[in-house]
């Protein structure tokens, strides 16, 4: 054990506002209506409009006389109709399109003064470039702010003080420096990236800048973030800040059967803190992670005069299409204060929501500190429910840290419950903190785990594996390929589907991990892929440079042979000794027959953040 360790704190749009019609007329440097259909549907179009466009296709398909992938795939769903047609684009999404310079293109014929756009409008597979932080006068900007692009003061938008939601903004080029003037200020200042970027969001807020800053009166804050348009699919489902919400983290994924992306998170008031007020909060997308709802509480307890209560630790699971009772019924076990143990389940793919019950015997009374996932439970072959949780003697920043795992197991579609290892997993030698099961070829139940990782002790995530349905866990080994950071850092594992109509043979023994690559800070989200179910793993595939922390996977088949990873993580505009997030960053990832990332060496060069 490590026990004798010291313990560390650590570690560490677009175009979518007119752009969209001029595909009807504009050739745009010689993009196919194919091409055009794709990009829209990356802009987020509604299907009306898509099988519009689609028809335009359609009826020129006969000319266009490509034999690549992406046009024979549309051409052969022209057939079935242009409904049909307008429906399959989104299997396109990932078609190598270069929507960059098709959309610059665009922007560059027409000159056309595109105004901004709201934050609940996703830009464009937006990619973060850079960040920047900026004070109002003293006592200025409690209302609004006015930004214009250098030089270009015609263009201004007068932006209102919200909730914290970013305000997207996109002109009719790409910009590096813009102007803002604050409500009650008379000189307008600059903001600068080194380059022009396609985006830039703001966060307007208030504080107070301080004594050391010779104000003490509240003040509005600016926070500037540039943008690029990404070549993959990407899009920021959360923003810390918003919804008045200081700190947005623990991102959990879930998609459902019927195609619905949902995105949970632990949304905590004024700090980041595992004790600060936190409220159970959601998210969900029906167009592939594109665009997002209006974030949804959950639950929550907090309120003003009453006690902060750590609504958290969800790891959800949708129950088989076979299920007897429940049939597709999503069931999102979770803890209260990290105390005890509640469920709540929606039977309509997450639109709403069942009031939440304490689950009896879910813990025991030497436990001081219980987890549940994060983030995420399984459904086995058997219909038994397993849910990865952990517990310790402790309760206290940094001391919760030294826990076990176990699990909690149901046989009747989550009616009732028991815990199983309750001693931690095989001989309890090693300290297995939030942590995520996949079902084996053979059935056997593998879990991965993040580690104390303390300097010192073994900077690396831990696996265990039951052969008996999550009874009992042999030992706990440390994974070589798998690094951790400074007091180790939650990661997801999934499978690729080995059953029903999307199973693949050349992927049934397929698994995927994401986390920092890093043995330092949580910086350098990537990753890692197995094809013999753990026994050992690839060299890291490297998603985002910079500082990134927790994370989620789901796994997206459209057919047997073309599958996605969906990632969902947390990232940050600077390196941080503890890392507050300042936002959720959702990929999709394309993988290849064996589950290879096919996009490896292209996301390798274009796919990465500016690392600060």
């Not at 749009?13 to 194919?34: A, E, H």
Request: aromatic residues 8%.
């Amino acid at each position: 054990m490590c026990y004798g360790c010291v313990i560390f704190l650590v570690a560490v749009t677009s175009v979518t506002l007119c752009i969209g019609l001029m595909f009807l007329t504009v050739d745009c440097g010689g993009i196919s209506p194919w091409s055009k259909i794709v990009v829209l549907r990356k802009l987020g179009y509604s299907r009306g409009l898509d099988q519009f466009i689609t028809k335009q296709a359609c009826d020129r398909a006969g000319a266009e006389g490509s034999s690549s992938r992406f046009d024979a795939l549309l051409r052969s769903i022209c057939t079935s109709g242009v409904a049909a047609a307008a429906a399959a684009t989104a299997t396109l999404e990932n078609t190598n399109v270069d929507a960059t310079t098709f959309g610059t293109a665009t922007m560059q014929q027409q000159q056309t003064q595109v105004a901004y756009k709201r934050a609940h409008v996703i830009p464009v597979n937006p990619e973060r470039y850079a960040s920047t932080f900026d004070w109002c006068d003293c006592g200025t900007g409690l209302k609004s702010v006015l930004v214009w692009p250098e030089g270009k003061q015609a263009q201004n938008v007068t932006l209102q003080i919200g909730s914290g939601d970013p305000d997207w903004l996109i002109w009719d080029a790409p910009v590096a420096e813009v102007n803002w003037l604050c409500d009650g200020m008379t000189d307008p200042q600059t903001s600068r990236f080194d380059k022009p970027v396609m985006y830039w969001s703001l966060q307007h807020t208030t504080d107070k800048k301080g004594s050391w800053l010779a104000c003490d009166k509240l003040s509005g804050r600016l926070r500037f973030v540039g943008w690029q348009m990404a070549k993959y699919h990407t899009s920021v489902p959360y923003t810390s800040g918003e919804h008045r919400y200081s700190c947005i983290k623990i991102p959990v994924l879930l998609r459902t059967r019927r195609g619905t992306i949902l995105a949970f998170a632990e949304a905590r008031k004024d700090s980041c803190s595992d004790f600060a007020w936190t409220d159970l909060v959601v998210k969900r997308s029906e167009d592939g992670g594109h665009s997002w709802s209006k974030l949804k509480i959950l639950r929550s307890e907090s309120g003003p005069g009453l006690p902060h209560t750590v609504i958290g630790n969800a790891a959800p699971v949708q129950l088989s299409q076979s299920a007897r009772e429940h049939p597709l019924r999503i069931l999102v076990p979770h803890t209260r204060n990290n105390s005890d143990v509640w469920l709540m389940f929606s039977d309509d793919d997450g639109l709403t929501w069942s009031t939440a019950q304490q689950l009896p015997n879910a813990t025991l009374p030497e436990w001081a500190w219980v987890g549940i996932g994060p983030p995420g439970s399984i459904q086995l072959r058997s219909g038994r429910i397993v849910v990865p949780c952990y517990h310790g003697p402790l309760r206290a920043n940094l001391l919760n840290n030294k826990v076990h795992g176990h699990v909690m197991l149901s046989d009747d579609e989550g009616t009732s419950w028991r815990l199983a290892s309750v001693g931690g997993f095989g001989a309890a030698d090693k300290f297995s903190n939030e942590n995520q099961a996949v079902e084996l070829s053979n059935g056997s139940v593998l879990i991965s785990a993040r580690s104390l990782a303390n300097p010192g002790c073994v900077q690396r995530r831990l696996q265990t594996l039951s052969n008996d349905g999550g009874e009992t866990f042999g030992p706990t080994r440390f994974v070589p390929e798998l690094p951790q950071p400074i007091q180790g850092c939650e990661g997801s594992i999934v499978k690729f589907p080995v059953t029903g109509e999307l199973s693949s043979p050349q992927m049934q023994n397929t698994l995927l991990v994401s986390g920092p690559d890093s043995t330092l800070l949580r910086t350098r989200m990537s990753l890692w892929t197995s094809t013999d179910e753990g026994a050992s793993w690839s060299s890291p595939q490297l998603i985002d440079h910079g500082t990134s922390g927790y994370s989620s996977l789901q796994i997206e088949c459209i057919s047997s042979q073309d599958c996605d990873a969906l990632l969902l993580y947390e990232q940050s505009d600077t390196t941080q000794l503890v890392m507050k997030p300042d936002r959720f960053i959702f990929r999709r990832i394309p993988m290849g027959s064996q589950g290879h990332d096919t996009a490896q060496a292209y996301s390798n060069v274009h796919g990465t953040a500016t690392e600060f």
